[in-house]
Structure formats: C-alpha cells, structure tokens
C-alpha cells in the first residue's frame, strides 16, 4: 500500500488514548474468500457502513470489508461533532463554479446530512448520548466579530433557519466564556459518541442482511468482469465496487486515488469528569459543541459526564515523537484559552486523519475509467453527517438510480490532482504556517 504517513499514522498507538474505545465494537470475522457478491464496500467508517444499510435495505447483496475493525479510522475517534460542513467552499465559489443555483443546493445537502444522522439514530433506537441544540461558532477577534454580525442574515437565507448572535456580553450568561468576542449560533446540528453512533449504524446494517467483516484489508483490485478484490484469506469477486476509506486511502488502491486526497491530521484530548465547582471556576457549563473562528481551529463540547473534549487539526508528522510535541502544543492552547483547568489531569489524547481534497467539496461519485466503482471521500473533517450523507447517495449512484435527495454537482466532480504527488504533504506544512500566521 501507498499511504503518505508514517507507519505510525496508521497503526493503534494514535488511537490508544481515545475516549471512546470504551465503546468498541464486538469483533466480527474476517472475510474467507473466495466468495462473490453483488456491491463490495471498501471501509467499514460512517460511509461504508452508510452505504451498507441502505443496499441492504434495497434488497442488494451487500458485502464490506474493513481492514482493521468497524470504526477504527475516522468515524470512530473523532470529536462528535454532527453538524454542517464537509467543504472548504463559499457560495460565490460555488456560483461561479457550477451555476446560480449551485449554492443553494449544496447548502440543502449540508442540512440534509444532519437530518439524515437524527432519523437513523431515531429509526434504529441507538443511544448515542446526544446533546447540543445546534452549534455555536465563537469569534477569537473583534474582527471575526464583525464578520459572523455580517454573516448572520446570509446564514439565514441559505440554510432557512434562524441564527442566534451573540454579543460579547452575552456569553458568560449562556454559560460559555473563554477569550472570545462574540458568536453566533446556528440551530441545526447536535453532538454525539461517535463509537456509539458508528456501532449502531454496523448492527443495523447487519439485521438489514449486509455482511460486515473485521481484519481484511484490500490488497489489490483487478477489473475485468466486474471487480476481484485480493484480501489475505482470498478473492472477492463485485458486480460493482464502492470506495470508502477517506483519509486512511492509499494511493495505488486503485491508482485513480493517486494524489487526489490530502489527509490531515486532527488531534482531541479530553479532561477527566470535571466537579461543578471546577465548571463554576472557569464559568464553562454550556453543552453546546462549539468551534472559534480560526482556520485552524479549535473543537470543543462539555460531554454528558462532565469531560471537557477539545480538539485541534496541524500536525504534517506522524511519528511518536511528532506527536507527542503536538500533545504539548494542544494543551498549551486549551491552557490558555480555559486557564482555571490547567491544572486538570487529561488522560485522554488521540488523533487521527480527517481527508481535504483540492477542489474543497467532498467527492461522492463514479471513479472514472472505472465503470461501476464509486466513491466517496474528502469531507474535511465533518464526516459524521456528511459521510453518512455520502453513504446514503452511494448507495443509489451504485444501482444506478438517480438520487431522491440533494445531490450537488460539486459532489459529483472528480477531485484534481494535488501537486508534488507522494510528497504532497509538504505543501501542508506551508499551509499550516500561513494559517497560523492569520490566525493571529
């Protein structure tokens, strides 16, 4: 496999420290081929096992095999946060990019994705201990500000819905202080366990009729008649093909992936349960999920048990050493931004590689010169409702009905080529200094 990481990156130690592997799914078999079905999936995340549920609904003979267990990547160490997102693209951009009703359309996505994750939770009865009426973005300067006081009428016309400014004075009386200048709050979106979510998402797709295996990783893919996936205990032979490992894809399988997806890293540690007189002190008592407004920002939600989680992307080295000088970057940054914890233990750290894509949309869509494989990938670190929400689209371009919910053209348009292909991450390390410098 061609990975752009260090071994490192895709072995357990990022993911030792994780909050929820307490939540960990039960061991499922690995595949033992040869065997054939009608859709292979490729990734057992939100996406895969999205995608799974709603063949196997449809009646569609639906096998996916993940190469370490369901809920290893991604989907199940992340932050929770299910909200709008997966692009890095304005309406202007996307106006002139794929037409005047482009932006629209998009934004309807956006928020079906969310309502998409709420029904499944609903419909299949997973607890996934929800909670947050909304999300609430908070500006680190005046000038941010100024900027989401601006922002405020067009969030309303886009998404439909009424967002809620808040002026600096108001925050310590929501519940929320910290360093910042103001916020504004949009109603649609809510945070949860992702294990809990990802976990109930494999059962159903299981009762559904959907084969879910753990420990098969796919080593290569061959076209012919159809598609003969080569794992360690034997071939699987598709009708069609569906691609679903995100930021942990390798370049060669298949080589259409070559330098079309730059994953990033994404780094959370979590507090210990904290004491009400510990929320009083630091005046932090709000269950909103929240995020500031810098560009590379910060993530951060008071859970259920009264843990703090705050999370952080940077980071273009994986290596132990990498990591652990990223660990004390973090913390010195929750630190200072919520002082009266600083001397709270934090036995959690973890991270893991959320997917950017050069054109700054996700990707759900036919591969090209690859009929009958699809994909969907790049969800710049809002993979909870949109890579659900791609599952869900995948699922019906794979039987090739059009689907009955938005589907943008900007999803559809194959990612271009990142420059400097295997040596791509290079160009992160001048984007993340950049955006450290206007972060400022």
């Not at 998009?106 to 994705?113: T, V």
């Not at 996934?128 to 009426?133: F, G, L, N, V």
């Not at 295996?213 to 034997?234: C, E, M, N, R, Y």
């Not at 994953?263 to 709000?286: V, Y």
Request: aromatic residues 8%.
């Amino acid at each position: 496999m061609q990975r752009l990481y260090e071994d490192h990156a895709y072995s357990d130690a990022p993911l030792s420290g994780c909050l929820w592997t307490a939540d960990a799914a039960p061991a499922r078999a690995a595949f033992d081929g040869p065997q054939s079905t009608e859709v292979a999936v490729i990734g057992g995340g939100f996406t895969g096992l999205s995608a799974a549920l709603h063949l196997a609904e449809a009646g569609t003979e639906v096998t996916l095999l993940e190469a370490r267990h369901i809920g290893w990547g991604a989907s199940g160490r992340n932050g929770g946060f299910c909200c709008l997102g997966g692009g890095m693209i304005s309406n202007p951009q996307l106006a002139r990019r794929f037409g005047p009703e482009a932006p629209a359309i998009y934004r309807a996505a956006e928020k079906a994705a969310v309502a998409l994750v709420a029904e499944r939770l609903a419909r299949h009865g997973i607890d996934a201990e929800t909670h947050s009426e909304g999300e609430t973005l908070l500006a680190h300067t005046p000038r941010h500000m100024a900027a989401l006081r601006r922002e405020l009428p067009h969030v309303a016309e886009v998404y439909g819905v009424t967002p809620q400014l808040h002026e600096p004075a108001d925050l310590a009386g929501l519940g929320i202080t910290g360093p910042f200048h103001g916020g504004m709050t949009i109603p649609l979106g809510f945070a949860l366990n992702p294990r809990k979510y990802v976990n109930g998402l494999a059962g159903a797709a299981e009762a559904a009729g959907a084969r879910l295996h753990d420990a098969s990783p796919v080593t290569a893919i061959t076209q012919g008649d159809g598609f003969t996936l080569t794992t360690p205990k034997g071939p699987l032979k598709a009708k069609r093909l569906i691609l679903a490992t995100n930021g942990y894809s390798s370049d060669d399988i298949p080589g259409w992936l070559r330098a079309r997806y730059m994953p990033l890293q994404s780094n959370i540690l979590a507090t210990r349960p904290l004491t009400e007189a510990e929320l009083s002190a630091q005046g932090w008592t709000s269950r909103q999920m929240a995020y500031d407004t810098r560009r590379l920002l910060h993530y951060f939600r008071l859970l259920p048990d009264n843990r703090f989680l705050f999370g952080m992307r940077g980071g273009t080295f994986t290596t132990p050493r990498a990591n652990a000088q990223f660990r004390c970057k973090i913390e010195a940054d929750c630190d200072a931004m919520f002082p009266a914890w600083a001397q709270v233990e934090r036995p959690h750290f973890w991270s893991g590689l959320v997917c950017l894509a050069r054109n700054r949309t996700p990707f759900v869509g036919p591969i090209p010169e690859m009929p009958g494989a699809f994909a969907g990938l790049a969800f710049h670190g809002n993979g909870v409702a949109m890579g659900s929400y791609a599952g869900r689209l995948l699922a019906d371009l794979v039987r090739d009905k059009q689907p009955d919910a938005p589907y943008p053209a900007a999803f559809a348009t194959p990612p271009r080529r990142f420059p400097l292909g295997r040596h791509r991450r290079a160009l992160l390390a001048l984007a993340t200094g950049v955006m450290s410098l206007l972060d400022r």
